[in-house]
């Protein structure tokens, strides 16, 4: 059963942009910190940030800063992920999850497809 759903993904040329959603009708959301991940074919899948229940605390890994965004509206029950200034090596099927949840990737949900090309 899919307990998460994420949404907004698609094609994107270098340099533009992908908002993001995550939305859930089994979790209450804002009972937790979130995560979005992302996988590569053939990688590991990775944290690429965070945000706190409330919305008041980000934490992005260094490849990421400055370009993505990881917003919330708990009133909406769902949880955004802004993608600015977007490369090729942003390519991957990105999925939320609440952190400390296991697995972060293709278990909760079926994901969204980024493809950042020319």
């Known amino acids: 059963q899919v307990q998460l759903v994420e949404s907004g993904g698609g094609l994107a040329q270098p340099g533009g942009s992908l908002r993001l959603s995550c939305d859930s009708f089994?979790?209450?959301?804002?009972?937790?910190?979130m995560g979005w991940y992302r996988q590569a074919p053939g990688k590991e899948c990775e944290l690429v940030g965070s945000i706190s229940r409330a919305g008041d605390s980000t934490a992005y890994i260094d490849s990421v800063k400055g370009r993505f965004t990881i917003s919330r509206d708990n009133a909406e029950n769902t949880v955004y992920l802004q993608m600015d200034s977007l490369k090729p090596e942003d390519t991957a099927v990105y999925y939320c999850?609440?952190?400390?949840?296991?697995?972060?990737?293709?278990?909760w949900g079926r994901g969204t497809q980024v493809t950042v090309s020319t």
């Open positions: 089994v979790f209450t959301l804002s009972n937790y910190d």
């Open positions: 999850n609440r952190i400390a949840f296991t697995p972060s990737c293709g278990f």
